[in-house]
């Protein structure tokens, strides 16, 4: 790896470290160190600026995957045995490799099991978002911990620390630097993200005492070692990355909570719906709690470039939700059928409401390693398209599970007047679901005959079709990462969301 050539400020910096090895920070003089070299480090990255683009080796594969996909001439795969496609280019050929992903011996030497790489990682994810959620309020404590004492499938945490791992081994980019950024990871007190980023903050004894209570929130977690990076096979997760990883689950845990608020949702994970157990105004408060706390957490990685990132994920669960008050852009326009702007509408809606989160925690995780432009981009390439797959997948399993077996109430879409990819398919099919999908399902038998229609249509393989394309897409983008243990479990893992069933 090349040395990273630092600017006076930061050599200063490392002179005094050098000079004052591991200074403990009770002392006036490793007070000092640590000062300097933070500030140092600080002032020099406010010179250089945040990251400019700068082209990596494989930047034209990378353009090339951000082609769209044209979703409105997608086509149900056929599974008779005169039809030649390539491999991994049908549904069949998809769920095969998926049904082996989730369920082959895991002895096998072509597969990886995930939480085999992190899974101690993620088993103190929920313990320490109890930590970090602490309020001294003990009804808040309980309203806003409801959602994680379930079984939630943790996705985003998984993917976190695979991108953490894909990425730690990969080109690193020189010349960028934040206080929880170097080429030297031995070099950093990542205690810093448990501290205060202003002293302002404690200038009144409330202020005082949620710092106090975030600054000890993980430092009986991860096994007595939430400073230290965890390195496994080669590969490492860096305490940014677990903080990280629980952000993101802070905030996708909040978007549940002011859904289920919205959509008058029954149950979640098996639960009743918070509100349902709360009220609305409890449930509301404990979904800003949520983002509160994990927009606290988020300033003290002190990445100007990844809190950038991860709040504009905040403006798009927002502007989702506001897309999806309409099925299309324009309602009042006359339409036989959706054509492709209805689609990419629909998609877009989907990405904002679902993908941003996946694929921009993606991105933060690739930039957090110090990772060059090129292997950034395709880890948000890869999160994407995946998390477009993963509420693909969902709207499907809308029209073809039970509730026992979803966790929550069955054909919700339809209730709540949505018109989702299986929707719009059969609306190709059937004009008449055309004044249906306008007046939202309003009247009586509108649910019962979209239902009918859908489940008469090409509708639902179509829309397997379309979640393959979009996995096919995330896998095509892991080929960008250098091959690791951690390259293959990111591939199985999306390969594993065409077979789940909640």
């Known amino acids: 790896m090349a040395t990273k050539v630092r600017g006076p400020l930061g050599q200063l910096g490392t002179f005094v470290r050098n000079i004052i090895r591991k200074p403990s920070e009770t002392r006036p003089l490793g007070q000092l160190a640590v000062g300097t070299a933070k500030v140092a480090h600080l002032l020099e990255s406010a010179a250089t600026g945040v990251r400019v683009p700068l082209a ?14 044209a979703a409105s001439t997608i086509q149900a795969y056929s599974t008779s045995a005169d039809v030649a496609v390539d491999k991994k280019k049908t549904w069949s050929d998809a769920l095969d490799r998926a049904s082996e992903v989730v ?21 103190f994810i929920t313990d320490n978002l109890a930590r970090l959620l602490e309020s001294g309020h003990p009804m808040l404590n ?26 730690s081994i990969a080109t690193k980019r020189q010349g960028r630097t934040s206080m929880l950024v170097d080429s030297n990871v031995d070099q950093i007190d990542y ?4 501290r205060t980023a202003s002293q302002s903050i404690q200038s009144d004894l409330e202020s005082l005492h949620v710092n106090q209570l975030m600054e000890n929130a993980t430092r009986g977690g991860h096994g007595g070692r939430p400073y230290t990076p965890h390195i496994k096979e080669g590969l490492t997760i860096l305490p940014t990355h677990r903080r990280l990883a629980e952000i993101t689950e802070m905030i996708h845990t909040s978007s549940l909570l002011h859904d289920d ?76 059928q959706p054509d492709e702007n209805a689609f990419n509408y629909y998609l877009e809606k989907t990405y904002l409401k679902t993908g941003s989160l996946i694929a921009k925690s993606c ?52 209730e709540l007047g949505l018109a989702t990819a ?26 019962t005959r979209a239902w009918e229609l859908v489940h008469a249509s090409k509708g639902i393989g179509r829309t397997k079709a379309l979640a393959q394309q979009y996995v096919a897409r995330a896998s095509e983008a892991l080929m960008i990462l250098p091959p690791s243990a951690a390259r293959d479990a990111l591939e199985q893992v999306a390969y594993s969301v065409l077979t789940r069933k909640k």
């Open 142 to 167: 309980t309203v806003s911990r409801y959602y994680f004492s379930a079984s939630g499938k943790h996705i985003r945490p998984l993917l976190v620390m695979l991108i953490a791992q894909a990425t």
């Open 422 to 447: 299986p929707v719009l398919y059969a609306w190709q099919e059937f004009s008449e679901l055309g004044p249906l999908v306008a007046r939202k399902f309003e009247r009586e038998g509108d649910v």
């Open 191 to 194: 205690s810093l993200m448990d």
């Open 363 to 414: 991105r933060s995780s690739a930039i957090l390693n110090n990772a060059t432009d090129d292997i950034v981009e395709a880890a948000y390439i890869y999160g994407r398209n995946l998390g477009i797959a993963f509420q693909l997948v969902d709207d499907l399993l809308d029209f073809t599970v039970t509730s026992a077996v979803f966790g929550k109430p069955v054909g919700a879409d339809l």
């Open 56 to 69: 990596g080796p494989r930047t034209q594969d990378v353009a090339k995957l951000k082609h769209p996909i």
């Open 103 to 123: 369920g082959a011996d895991p002895k096998s030497k072509n597969l990886v099991n995930p939480k085999e790489l992190v899974g101690s990682e993620l088993s």
């Open 261 to 336: 608020v919205i959509d008058h949702a029954e149950t979640r994970r098996g639960l009743p719906a918070i509100q349902k157990k709360f009220g609305n105004k409890m449930a509301i408060f404990a979904g800003d709690f949520l983002l509160a706390r994990a927009s606290m957490a988020l300033a003290r990685l002190r990445d100007p470039e990844v809190i950038e990132i991860m709040a504009s994920v905040l403006c798009d669960l927002v502007d989702g939700e506001f897309k999806q008050l309409k099925n299309l852009e324009d309602e009042d326009a006359p339409m036989a």
